[in-house]
């Protein structure tokens, strides 16, 4: 199961390199105007392209389709107010969860002396 | 705004920020590495790899703490605000200390054996039915693929191409990411160690970020319950000259009501570069200006003066007696709305 996992990572990683190929010597100068004649600044974005190509791909879609995305200044703010708040709320809890799941180790714990092979066989001999 | 891409935007502030989290960082991670071994744990060896992947792996769980701090300080008090400016450089910092402890966890624990590294971190433990024993390791793989996305994302042409709601969302990862962070130490590194002292750091870490997010929603501007389309604007005569107020119209949607002398106008709250918080800017030469980055508009109909094209979303404002009321369904971006006067007296 882990090798599909990371099967799957270098099929996926591998399909990001040729997009972006494609998009940041051909498809960027197309979908915005201030990348044109700027090159130096492309590489930086050769990870990001590789890691998200397929919102990369969506996005050059609509965009030479003309669409805008229309609540440009409504950001997430809802979702960001309750993401913040599920993270508050989740740290404390996830916080006493594992101190109560702690064992105790071998320093906490008072040391047993264990008895040798030899000294067992002496005990059953007598 | 509108000018060529360039690789960093270097301006001699973000020169000064980051060469002291440079100084910083360095500095932990010596200090930590000298420090390290004598309260290192003494009743299992541990070695100039285990010290420095410790090294590093704290500092980055003390800088995306960090991080995520700064955001609801600076909503709780506005002298942290210069913090938030160039937070995007610190996130990749932060991205690039985590990845020098992934690459120092791989090149030890899965090193020594025929299995590849990568494929022996996924198969060494698949204990995904319980809690004490479960791969931690998974969780600190999650935060690294998100940290990664959120770094390499991070150059402004990701916020013109995806538009930033989407690049906003794409961010917002970073909530889930700091709670596996989070996970991945508690179930690790928490549990094995009997040294109390980074536990302790971890913990009170941990909490002042939950503490201050929750301090920061309580703070949030009121909810407008009513579905009239004029909204009531609070406290409206409190507006410092130059200054403004954050107003909730429901949903998502917020307006800032700016003073310029004595005339108002509002505009969308949200900055059209990193939807940054305009209502926690200022009116500077005439203009709105973002706290975040510095883009700005004109108050009077949401446009950057040229030769910028950005353009916001306005409102219209209306005083009805004593009670000033904005109207909830905004012009589109770029429309001309004229400022509504003060009466003489109305300020305190």
């Not at chain 1, 996992?5 to 591998?14: E, P, Q, T, V, W």
């Not at chain 2, 301006?11 to 004598?38: E, N, S």
């Not at chain 2, 003390?62 to 701090?69: A, G, P, Q, S």
């Not at chain 2, 590294?117 to 024993?133: D, H, I, K, R």
């Amino acid at each position: 199961m882990p090798m599909d996992i990371l099967d799957i990572a270098g099929i996926y990683g591998l399909l990001g390199a040729c997009v972006a190929v494609v998009f940041l010597l051909w498809g960027i100068d197309r979908v915005d105007p201030n990348a044109r004649g700027a090159w130096t600044f492309r590489p930086l974005l050769v990870p990001g392209v590789v890691l998200i190509w397929p919102l990369v791909l969506w996005r050059w879609w609509r965009i030479s389709r003309g669409e805008t995305l229309g609540k440009r200044h409504r950001p997430p703010r809802l979702a960001q107010d309750y993401l913040a708040l599920a993270l508050a709320l989740a740290i404390p809890v996830l916080l006493v969860a594992a101190l109560l799941a702690r064992q105790n180790g071998p320093y906490e714990r008072p040391a047993v002396m264990l008895e040798g092979p030899a000294a067992e066989q002496d005990k059953s001999a007598q | 705004m509108s000018v060529k891409y360039i690789p960093v935007q270097w301006v001699p502030t973000k020169y000064v920020y980051d060469a002291v989290l440079l100084v910083c960082v360095a500095v932990y991670i010596l200090v930590f590495l000298r420090l390290g071994t004598p309260a290192a744990d003494f009743t299992r060896p541990v070695d100039g790899a285990i010290l420095r992947m410790r090294a590093f792996g704290t500092c980055a769980f003390l800088m995306l703490t960090l991080i995520l701090c700064i955001g609801p300080l600076a909503q709780l008090d506005r002298r942290f605000l210069p913090l938030l400016y160039n937070r995007r450089h610190f996130g990749v910092l932060t991205a690039l200390v985590a990845l020098t402890h992934a690459v120092y966890v791989l090149n030890w624990y899965y090193a020594f054996s025929p299995t590849p590294p990568l494929e022996a971190l996924f198969y060494s433990n698949t204990s995904f039915g319980q809690f004490l024993g479960f791969p931690f390791e998974a969780f600190g793989i999650f935060a690294l693929v998100v940290l990664g996305i959120l770094a390499a994302t991070s150059h402004d042409f990701w916020l013109a191409f995806l538009s930033a709601p989407v690049w906003k969302r794409l961010h917002l990862l970073i909530y889930p990411a700091y709670l596996a962070v989070v996970a991945h130490i508690l179930l690790g590194y928490l549990q094995d160690t009997k040294n109390p002292t980074f536990a302790l750091i971890a913990g009170a870490g941990a909490l002042g970020v939950a503490g201050l997010h929750l301090a920061a929603w309580a703070r949030r501007p009121e909810k407008q319950a009513s579905q009239e389309d004029w909204v009531e604007v609070p406290h409206w005569r409190e507006i410092a000259d130059g200054r403004a107020r954050i107003v909730s119209l429901g949903g998502d949607e917020r307006a800032a009501v700016f003073r310029g002398g004595q005339k108002l106008s509002a505009v969308s709250n949200a900055c059209a570069h990193q939807n940054g918080p305009l209502g926690e800017g200022r009116i500077i030469d005439g203009c709105i200006t973002c706290p975040w980055h510095g883009f700005q508009y004109r108050p009077g109909d949401g446009c950057s003066p040229p030769p910028f094209t950005e353009k916001i979303p306005t409102y219209r404002l209306k005083l009805d007696g004593e009670r000033l009321f904005i109207d909830r369904n905004g012009y589109p971006p770029g429309t001309a709305v004229e400022p509504l006067a003060i009466p003489e007296g109305a300020l305190r």
